[in-house]
């Protein structure tokens, strides 16, 4: 692991493309790659959540690179890491070589999570769409909801109460995949704008194409990345794409 940390620093080095270990350490046992380049609505939370997860990498003894150019999604880049994190991209981010690198990436065993407007990107790619798992439509103010979860004995989602409240910003879906496994979704009757109301789900997992993929659509606010329920949530979710026995 640590020749291939110098190896991957001396490359980013010599293509000019803006990347940065944020914790690094001979200590730590993976890496993961952070992405939050924004073709469309910029959020707010992006340094929140990119503290956010600095943090659970040195809780959890992984490496977290975080780059907002998708240039960086090389084959040879993707070598060294376990998962990739979009972390509140929206818009066509990848060229055609980027989503094939990304496929093959998935196929090979690894790992994705999705933050909040991840399923805001990439609308003309099917596959990206079915790894995510949705594709934003619209969205509700930012106001109080009750989420209900859904499996509260997987170990993603056992710290959580059965019914819990939360203020965030409440996506709608064009597509939802009938593939997901889904963790927590939402009470329609707590709040107003929702399109959903027989089956609104918001956090799911899945085993998708040879790899693993967590989304969440909680994260709009900087808030959201302050709340425990909200960063244990995130943490085991990247536990479980980077990991392939958690």
């Known amino acids: 692991m640590k020749l291939g940390l110098i190896l991957l620093s001396i490359f980013l080095i010599q293509s000019d493309i803006d990347i940065n270990c944020l914790n690094c350490s001979d200590k730590n046992s993976f890496s993961v790659l952070v992405i939050s380049e924004t073709k469309g609505w910029v959020h707010d939370s992006i340094e929140s959540g ?63 999570v999705g933050v909040h407007s991840a399923s805001d990107t990439e609308y003309e790619w099917q596959w990206y769409g079915d790894l995510v798992g949705a594709y934003f439509r619209n969205h509700s103010d930012v106001v109080d909801g009750k989420i209900f979860t859904v499996d509260n004995t997987h170990k993603i989602t056992e710290h959580l109460n059965p019914e819990w409240n939360i203020e965030d910003e409440w996506y709608n879906f064009d597509y939802i995949s009938d593939n997901i496994n889904v963790l927590l979704k939402l009470d329609e009757t707590s709040y107003e704008g929702g399109e959903h109301p027989d089956h609104h789900p918001i956090t799911w997992y899945q085993k998708y194409d040879g790899g693993r993929s967590f989304y969440t659509a909680l994260g709009h606010t900087t808030e959201v990345f302050k709340d425990e329920r909200f960063i244990k949530l995130l943490e085991k979710g990247i536990l479980y794409a980077s990991l392939e026995d958690y």
């Open 50 to 112: 990119i503290d956010l997860i600095e943090n659970i990498g040195d809780k959890n003894n992984f490496n977290v690179y975080h780059s907002d150019n998708s240039k960086v999604i090389t084959s040879e880049n993707l070598k060294e890491f376990n998962s990739i994190i979009f972390l509140n991209t929206t818009g066509d981010i990848l060229s055609k070589n980027e989503q094939n690198v990304m496929e093959q990436f998935i196929k090979s065993g690894k790992g994705y």
